[in-house]
């Protein structure tokens, strides 16, 4: 008898195991993750010019000045009276090479601008008095991790902060999967991932290729995971331009879910410096961008169109500009603009790197806006920044640069990281380690988002939101500590994390998307409040309002679809009448206004944004009914626009 019922309990132990080992392997697959964007692979609607034009609510928005500046702009401008004369100014960080001030009456620019700096922006230009004289400068983060500081004349000042390298074990990669944080198969009785392991063995980076990064977004991810890159990488133009979002032009087969793909050139920096010149004649020529469905349905040509103009529509550029009236700023020879040895020290130069044999200090990049707040009440303000670390393939491709690091394979060290900054001392507060990958991988450790800091749990301190491109979403505490129950895992987050009591209850709530559609409201504690899959990537942080004026707070999401979505606070379900449709991808948040003149009785608020139709759009939060304003440009950011 005894051994019958040794016999039974043995099989009830292994069914129990069983059971155990099967809910590990279901909660191991991330439901955000096995989701897909397929609403990217659908054609965009066609373009009806003159119904869009007959809006049945018009707004009386009318383009009032438009001034060229030297490069494409993927930063919000900062709007502000930054020279105290009473009048507010448009600071422009245009992508390459120059910092632009434009006078918010007319667009003309400031005495003393552009400012000229080394590097590339994918950040916004911030205030902060850095030299105590009463006079708040212009501090703005570059690309190569440095934020300069520029006064009101225009002169960039010898203050700046520097952010120093991430150094790691050369060998940290060796023996781990090469993918260790996708969740595809479960880690339990899987006999797969040995297979999996084996054929995803990273190859040694081939320096001779190499994508393009502008914008902040070249980010390599799978066919599996972004199906909206069938889509968004059909069109070919003169720029590679992330959302958002990758940035690490570090690989050849780097391409941004969000960006469109760049030809390679033959020189190194000059490629950066062409995008200059490329955008200028692109303001003549447009581009734009067939999308054809799996039924072969092809969307009518937006303002993204590659063709050359007729002769009356280039000529009715000159309403704009006239080619004899260019600023002489911008003028030059163009064999000397692009021979590399006329530009001597104008270049970005890293410093040299430290030699230890069992570490490698990885380069350090700034994708994003920085934040400036006192974050742990000492009375001293701090710079919270989003920082990736990886070699930039382009800049190392020239031989002079690649000596540095010779004996490193440079597509195994991808990192980021928050940094602080004390604003007094201008030294390093402290730093928090988040992610560490190589750049063959599904989900690569960039960081393209901006923080957020909010003080969650009302002890006074701020904490430090953050998502990153590795899928996880992270809440740091102010002295740089992870709170518990984080990171969260998702699919790449490229948006902001929003923090705002969403569903009315008095609380502060967190919001986070990603790039498969995914919009996620949680508790300050980590807890899933409810979530919804939008089908689409999601490009820019959602925004946060009363929409249709019933009371209730709701949450504005754009999408590359085209598609505009708002969300109840409360459960997540959408709030009719949208979706609202336009005719293009929407790269840039949507602002919500208060358009209702004194003594309206109307409710709700009004989406303003720009879709790469070429159309500003305004819609109507109570109706959807909207008006339009054709600017012809395409645009990642809204404030540049809206003023």
Sequence with gaps: MRPLLALAAACALLVAAGAAAAEQAKNSTNK?????????MLAYPHLDEDALLKTKCPKHVELRWQTEVSSSIYATPLIADINSDGKLEVVVPSFVH?????????????????AFHQSNVHSSPLLYDIDKDGVREIALATYNGVVNFFRVSGYMMMDKLEVPRRKVRKDWYVGLNPDPVDRSHPDVNDSSIAKVATSNETPLIDQNKSGSMKGGEALKNSSEQHSAETKLNSTQVQENVQLPNNVNDTHSESISSVTTKAENTSQTHTQRRLLETADKSDDQTGSSETHESDSGAKAAATVENSEPLDEDADASFDLFRDPED???????????????????????????????????SIDAHILSTPVIADIDKDGVQEMVIAVSYFFDHEYYRDSDHAKELEGIDMGKYVASSIVVFNLDTRQVKWAADLDLSTDAVN????????PTVVDLDGDGYLDILIGTAYGLFYVIDHRGKVRNKFPLEMAEIHAPVIAADINDDGKIEMVTTDSHGNVAAWTAEGEEIWEVHLKSLIPQRPTVGDVNGDGHTDVVVPTVSGNIYVLSGKDGSKIQPFPYRTHGRIMSPVLLLDMSKHGDNAKGLTLATTSFDGYLYLIEGSSGCADVVDIGETSYALSSLLF
């Excluded at 120059?98 to 003393?112: A, I, N, R, S």
């Excluded at 104008?346 to 030699?355: G, I, N, S, V």
């Design 32 to 40: 955000f993750r096995q989701r897909e964007a397929s609403d990217d």
């Design 326 to 360: 260019l600023p002489d700023e911008y003028n030059y020879d163009y064999d000397d603009y692009v021979d590399d040895r006329l530009w001597g020290d104008e270049d970005w130069k890293e410093q040299e790197h430290e030699k230890e044999e069992d570490y490698v």
């Design 98 to 114: 120059y910092l632009e001030v434009l006078e918010g009456t007319d667009g003309d620019k400031l005495p003393g601008w552009p």
């Design 443 to 450: 989900f690569r450790a960039h960081v393209f988002s901006s």
